[in-house]
Every structure is written in structure tokens, then in C-alpha cells.
């Protein structure tokens, strides 16, 4: 159930407001259950490994984070 809680949409703004959800629950109804969607490279926390740590020392903290 959609609710509207502020403002009044007019007919054509309901419509593609629903268009979009059901859009939406259309897709996501065809993923099987179980499947992975593939991640993002940005949000692979294994490509800031891929470098050696710096040596240990008094400014090794500003370069543990960024890539060089």
C-alpha cells in the first residue's frame, strides 16, 4: 500500500510513481533467490590491499589508506 503523506500529486505524478515501483518489483522479483549481484570495483575493499603497507614509522599513517 502506498501512502500519501504530504503534498497533493496530481493523477499523472501517482501513476509514474507507481510505474516506477512496480518496475522495480519486477526486476527484483526476476533475480533468483540466493544471487549475488556483482560488486562494484569502487566498493571492493581488496583493491586498497593490492599494494605493500608502508614501512612502520612516524608518517606511515597518512599512507595507509590511499593508494599511492
Not at 9 to 25: F, M
Not at 36 to 62: H, N, V
Request: glycine content about 6%.
Amino acid at each position: 500500500m502506498i501512502k500519501v503523506v504530504r503534498g497533493n500529486p496530481t493523477p499523472e505524478e501517482l501513476a509514474a510513481a507507481l510505474a516506477v515501483v512496480q518496475a522495480r518489483a519486477a526486476a527484483a522479483a526476476t533475480v533468483p533467490p540466493g544471487a549475488t549481484r556483482e560488486r562494484d570495483a569502487w566498493a571492493d575493499p581488496a583493491r586498497l590491499a593490492q599494494q605493500r603497507l608502508p614501512a612502520p614509522g612516524p608518517t606511515a599513517w597518512g599512507r595507509t589508506y590511499w593508494p599511492a
